[in-house]
């Protein structure tokens, strides 16, 4: 039902009270009505609302003002065409007036029609465009004010980007506004002048496109400014960014000026060439190729451009930090606010990542020229740098995953034997376990996440590729987890390590780190942010897998010092009903493990710990958790002893036939079978009557996948309990 008139034109009275309160609740409330999709205004009440707000922007109170310009958003949908128009035009004339403040507010006020202009009414945007285009160019031409200017320069950013189709026919004149604007004294007018330029290619054509990289061009060869090479080197990786495939033209023309720019002694400079070089390689791949040699060279030439700095005393062959090194006594000597080489070395890093990224075909060539270079500088001393390079070399990783998957089983003397990129990566390993060893205990959160993507892309890459290191990368580990400072994203991110480590290595190969590893993740187990408990409950759950492997050959490694704690730490959680619901599930799933692996070494606990099982079963919401955690009990090879829950079981399984959630369906009938076949002479007949009695609907056409399991549950009954062919029958 429409609002009715009444309402809008009482809270229109509110909005003139002398109280700003009153003015704001009703301002308030007009918003809420204007969101409304049933809403219909008649013309006098549009009328009114548009004069009334555009009349609060102006208002004395600030809060006043901000909800009526956020109004506008909503209101320009539900207001016809030249109410749209008459607001554009006000909030235009105030955005170029002498008031300060209410040329910020009118210039919110622009930006808001301009995000919320339907997309699907051309003719209004047009319109409004053409209202807003010429006002605009106006007020950048003019060079008194450079607040107006930067605040025009910003809505014909938006306006470009959203519109720039429907201003064709503006384009000429705003090209004409925007050039003289790169030569402005004011480094945040040529800027954001850049960026209009650059959503300007988006939509203009050919003509106009070849025109403005003519005077890029042309001003660039014969600029005699440094201040003025930076600007024109950025717009051109601005234009390069935006215009993708037509800027692939004139590569040959820009590259030359480009590398004769980079030699310049100006280490912003170095920075805006490396970021063009970036943004060719990304968006102009073809025209790229015969010049992707010398951009590396540059790359690698600058990515240990830091002249202010010796790294030589850091090269020492011991692998220890020092630990009595002070947080920031080593960086105070060196760090100035005039040294910028680090946003060179950045640059280089980036542009190095948008390398290794687009070419795939080079990758022989990356391991044998980057790599190297790339590994020995995650010892760079400014964090952002060397996230960017830990950045490069992941994506070089990336790129070097094998078509068929490495397992780490595979003898490593017929992966030595294979030529190609994985061969060359496992040729580098120790050198990156040395590089990143030190990393790994660096204060910085920020490094040692980086540390741990490397080294998980690693052994994605590599199964089993840490195996002789880990020795190196245990110390990292057990400092993520126990540095009582460590914030709870580098806990989550090492245990999350731990378990990608773990499931891509030998089980053996952790058996002499088992001391500081296993207690290490318990202490994790019991950590009060329910997040680090379930990642700690996972890889415990895969740590008891590798303690003792039940699925390989036996060893001879004497897990049972370790028995007692892990299975008391998932106790305390399984027994927990005040808990988060996925440290619930997980804590079920683990000890479910547990006990599977573990279980004949805790026999005098299973009295206790079964029945909470049974009492998940119970649970709704827990159920399906519960049952595959069942499952890994009684298909162990250890054959635990299930009497204790197995006759109240049996029922509540039988229920679960019943249900209409497939999944449940599917893990009972698993259970099932598995506990006939492992079971069996605890089971009787007549603890199967429920069961077998909630069969008979479950072997049907409308769902083969049930009933195959169905059908083979029947098939381990009958086999077990000949006298059981009557009931089946």
């Given at each position: 039902?429409?609002?009715?008139?009444?309402?809008?034109?009482?809270?229109l009275?509110?909005?003139?009270?002398?109280?700003?309160?009153?003015?704001f609740?009703a301002?308030?409330?007009?918003?809420?009505?204007?969101?409304?999709?049933?809403?219909?205004?008649?013309?006098?009440?549009?009328?009114?609302?548009?004069?009334m707000?555009?009349?609060l922007?102006?208002?004395?109170?600030?809060?006043v003002?901000?909800?009526?310009?956020?109004?506008?958003?909503?209101?320009?949908?539900?207001?016809?065409d030249?109410?749209?128009?008459?607001?554009?035009?006000?909030?235009?004339?105030?955005?170029?007036?002498?008031?300060?403040?209410?040329?910020?507010?009118?210039?919110?006020?622009?930006?808001?029609?301009?995000?919320?202009l339907?997309?699907?009414?051309?003719?209004?945007?047009?319109?409004?465009?053409?209202?807003?285009?010429?006002?605009?160019?106006?007020?950048?031409?003019?060079?008194?004010d450079?607040?107006?200017?930067?605040?025009?320069?910003?809505?014909?950013?938006?306006?470009?980007?959203?519109?720039?189709?429907?201003?064709?026919?503006?384009?000429?004149?705003?090209?004409e506004?925007?050039?003289?604007q790169?030569?402005?004294?004011?480094?945040?007018?040529?800027?954001r002048?850049?960026?209009?330029?650059?959503?300007?290619?988006?939509?203009?054509d050919?003509i106009?496109?070849?025109?403005?990289?003519?005077?890029?061009?042309?001003?660039?060869?014969?600029?005699?400014?440094?201040?003025?090479?930076?600007?024109?080197?950025?717009?051109v990786?601005?234009?390069?960014?935006q215009?993708?495939?037509?800027?692939?033209d004139?590569?040959?023309?820009?590259?030359?000026?480009?590398?004769?720019?980079?030699?310049?002694?100006?280490?912003?400079l170095?920075?805006?060439?490396?970021?063009?070089?970036?943004?060719?390689?990304?968006?102009?791949?073809?025209?790229?190729?015969?010049?992707?040699?010398?951009?590396?060279?540059?790359?690698?030439?600058?990515?240990?451009?830091?002249?202010?700095y010796?790294?030589?005393?850091?090269d020492?062959?011991?692998?220890?930090?020092?630990?009595?090194l002070?947080e920031?006594?080593?960086?105070?000597?060196?760090?100035?606010?005039?040294?910028?080489?680090?946003?060179?070395r950045?640059?280089?890093?980036?542009?190095?990542?948008?390398?290794?990224?687009?070419?795939?075909?080079?990758?022989?060539t990356?391991?044998n020229?980057?790599?190297?270079q790339?590994?020995?500088?995650?010892?760079?001393?400014?964090?952002?740098?060397?996230?960017?390079?830990?950045?490069?070399?992941?994506?070089?990783?990336?790129?070097?995953?094998?078509?068929?998957?490495i397992?780490?089983?595979?003898?490593?003397?017929?992966?030595?034997?294979?030529?190609?990129?994985?061969s060359l990566?496992?040729?580098?390993?120790?050198?990156?376990?040395?590089?990143?060893?030190?990393?790994?205990?660096?204060?910085?959160?920020?490094?040692?996440?980086?540390?741990?993507?490397?080294?998980?892309?690693?052994?994605?890459?590599?199964?089993?590729?840490?195996?002789s290191?880990?020795?190196?990368?245990?110390?990292?580990?057990?400092?993520g987890?126990?540095?009582?400072?460590?914030?709870?994203?580098?806990?989550?991110?090492?245990?999350?390590?731990?378990q990608?480590?773990?499931?891509?290595?030998?089980?053996?190969?952790?058996?002499?780190?088992?001391?500081?590893?296993?207690?290490?993740?318990?202490?994790?187990?019991?950590?009060?942010?329910?997040?680090?408990?379930?990642?700690?409950?996972?890889?415990?759950?895969?740590?008891?897998k590798?303690?003792?492997?039940?699925?390989?050959?036996?060893?001879?490694f004497?897990?049972?010092?370790?028995?007692?704690?892990?299975?008391?730490?998932?106790?305390?959680?399984?027994?927990?009903?005040?808990?988060?619901?996925?440290?619930?599930?997980?804590?079920?799933?683990?000890?479910?493990?547990?006990?599977?692996?573990?279980g004949?070494?805790?026999?005098?606990?299973?009295?206790?710990?079964?029945?909470?099982?049974?009492?998940?079963?119970?649970?709704?919401?827990?159920?399906?958790?519960?049952?595959?955690?069942?499952?890994?009990i009684?298909?162990?090879?250890?054959?635990?002893?299930?009497?204790?829950?197995?006759?109240?079981?049996?029922?509540?399984?039988?229920?679960?036939?019943?249900k209409?959630?497939?999944?449940?369906?599917?893990?009972?009938?698993?259970?099932?079978?598995?506990?006939?076949?492992?079971?069996?002479?605890?089971?009787?007949?007549?603890?199967l009557?429920?069961?077998?009695?909630?069969?008979?609907?479950?072997?049907?056409?409308?769902?083969?996948?049930?009933?195959?399991?169905?059908?083979?549950?029947?098939?381990?009954?009958?086999?077990?309990?000949?006298?059981?062919?009557?009931?089946?029958?």
């Amino acid at each position: 039902m429409a609002a009715p008139a009444y309402q809008i034109t009482n809270l229109l009275e509110k909005m003139t009270s002398s109280d700003k309160d009153f003015r704001f609740m009703a301002t308030n409330d007009l918003m809420s009505e204007l969101q409304k999709d049933n809403i219909k205004l008649d013309d006098d009440s549009e009328r009114k609302v548009v004069k009334m707000l555009l009349k609060l922007l102006e208002d004395k109170n600030g809060e006043v003002q901000n909800l009526a310009v956020r109004c506008l958003g909503p209101l320009v949908c539900k207001v016809k065409d030249f109410q749209v128009e008459t607001i554009v035009d006000h909030l235009c004339n105030n955005m170029v007036g002498d008031k300060e403040q209410l040329r910020d507010i009118s210039s919110i006020g622009l930006k808001t029609v301009i995000n919320e202009l339907p997309l699907n009414t051309t003719t209004l945007a047009a319109s409004v465009c053409k209202t807003m285009t010429g006002r605009l160019s106006a007020a950048i031409a003019q060079q008194e004010d450079v607040s107006v200017q930067l605040e025009a320069l910003d809505i014909l950013g938006d306006l470009l980007s959203r519109f720039g189709g429907l201003l064709i026919q503006f384009h000429p004149n705003l090209l004409e506004s925007l050039q003289p604007q790169l030569k402005s004294p004011r480094l945040a007018v040529r800027k954001r002048s850049i960026i209009c330029l650059g959503h300007l290619v988006l939509s203009c054509d050919q003509i106009l496109y070849m025109k403005l990289m003519s005077m890029l061009l042309d001003e660039l060869s014969k600029s005699t400014s440094t201040s003025m090479e930076r600007t024109f080197i950025q717009a051109v990786g601005a234009l390069c960014r935006q215009a993708g495939h037509r800027f692939g033209d004139d590569v040959e023309r820009v590259m030359p000026l480009l590398i004769k720019y980079i030699q310049q002694d100006d280490d912003e400079l170095k920075e805006n060439v490396l970021q063009a070089f970036e943004a060719m390689v990304c968006k102009c791949g073809a025209e790229m190729t015969p010049h992707i040699p010398d951009i590396t060279k540059l790359c690698l030439q600058y990515i240990t451009y830091d002249p202010n700095y010796n790294y030589e005393d850091e090269d020492g062959s011991d692998m220890e930090c020092d630990d009595e090194l002070d947080e920031d006594g080593s960086d105070d000597e060196y760090s100035d606010d005039d040294d910028v080489s680090w946003k060179v070395r950045r640059a280089a890093a980036k542009c190095l990542e948008a390398v290794i990224s687009t070419r795939p075909e080079l990758l022989d060539t990356f391991y044998n020229k980057i790599s190297p270079q790339l590994i020995a500088r995650f010892k760079e001393r400014e964090e952002n740098v060397k996230a960017d390079i830990f950045h490069a070399y992941i994506a070089l990783l990336k790129q070097t995953k094998p078509v068929v998957p490495i397992t780490f089983t595979q003898d490593a003397n017929m992966m030595d034997a294979e030529d190609g990129p994985v061969s060359l990566l496992q040729a580098q390993v120790p050198n990156i376990v040395k590089a990143v060893h030190k990393q790994m205990k660096e204060k910085s959160i920020k490094t040692r996440q980086c540390c741990f993507s490397l080294l998980t892309e690693l052994i994605h890459v590599l199964p089993g590729a840490l195996s002789s290191h880990i020795s190196a990368i245990i110390p990292g580990i057990q400092y993520g987890l126990g540095d009582k400072q460590s914030s709870s994203n580098i806990k989550i991110d090492t245990l999350a390590f731990i378990q990608a480590l773990l499931s891509s290595h030998h089980p053996t190969v952790f058996h002499p780190h088992a001391d500081v590893l296993v207690p290490a993740v318990i202490s994790t187990v019991s950590d009060s942010f329910y997040k680090i408990s379930s990642e700690a409950l996972m890889v415990l759950q895969i740590l008891v897998k590798i303690l003792r492997p039940l699925d390989s050959h036996p060893t001879d490694f004497d897990f049972t010092r370790f028995t007692a704690p892990i299975y008391q730490c998932c106790f305390v959680r399984l027994r927990a009903q005040d808990i988060d619901q996925e440290v619930k599930e997980r804590a079920i799933s683990c000890m479910g493990q547990i006990i599977a692996h573990l279980g004949d070494s805790i026999q005098g606990e299973l009295p206790s710990c079964l029945p909470i099982f049974l009492d998940r079963l119970k649970n709704e919401i827990l159920r399906l958790t519960a049952v595959k955690a069942i499952t890994a009990i009684a298909s162990s090879p250890l054959r635990i002893d299930l009497r204790v829950i197995l006759a109240d079981t049996l029922p509540v399984l039988a229920s679960f036939l019943r249900k209409n959630q497939r999944a449940l369906k599917l893990s009972t009938l698993v259970l099932l079978d598995t506990l006939v076949k492992n079971c069996s002479s605890a089971l009787s007949v007549e603890m199967l009557k429920p069961v077998l009695d909630e069969l008979p609907p479950l072997i049907s056409e409308s769902d083969l996948h049930i009933a195959q399991l169905t059908l083979s549950l029947l098939t381990s009954v009958v086999s077990a309990h000949p006298n059981a062919v009557a009931i089946v029958h």
